[in-house]
């Protein structure tokens, strides 16, 4: 977040559908990832996506050894959304098999949890122009 507000510093786990999921993820291109990540958080199936810088992946595709540039992706949602953002993200992800990998903090700060949960409320309205790019990062 862009404030650090009064919050107190102490790691919360909350119920389990108020919990922090994170699914990591790698796409061709910043541009697709954003793409794909723009959708996801418009539909407030997660609260925030950092786009890494791009990565080299080395893996077999189809019995051959592979070098590809990618982007690594990390989109920042709730348990209770976590099998919709998943299904989502697999539906909107322009590869035949897209790694999806779910990684559940141990933590996450009360702040910001409470942030990311009020982000991905069902049916709540986004404020206008929220989507634009001079927005600040998570």
């Known amino acids: 977040m862009s404030d650090r507000g009064e919050a107190s510093g102490a ?82 992800h322009p590869y035949d098999v897209p790694a999806l990998i779910v990684i559940e903090p141990a933590a996450t700060n009360p702040a910001y949890l409470a942030w990311a949960a009020a982000g991905v409320v069902p049916d709540a309205a986004l404020p206008a122009g929220s989507l634009d790019s001079a927005g600040k990062g998570q």
């Open 11 to 92: 790691a919360a786990l909350g119920s389990p559908h108020e919990q922090l999921a994170l699914i990591y993820s790698t796409f061709p291109d910043a541009a697709t990832a954003r793409a794909v990540g723009t959708e996801l958080v418009a539909s407030r199936l997660v609260a925030c996506v950092n786009i890494l810088g791009p990565i080299t992946s080395l893996y077999l595709w189809n019995g051959n050894l592979e070098t590809s540039s990618e982007v690594a992706v990390v989109l920042k949602t709730t348990r209770a959304r976590l099998a919709e953002a998943l299904d989502a993200a697999e539906r909107l």
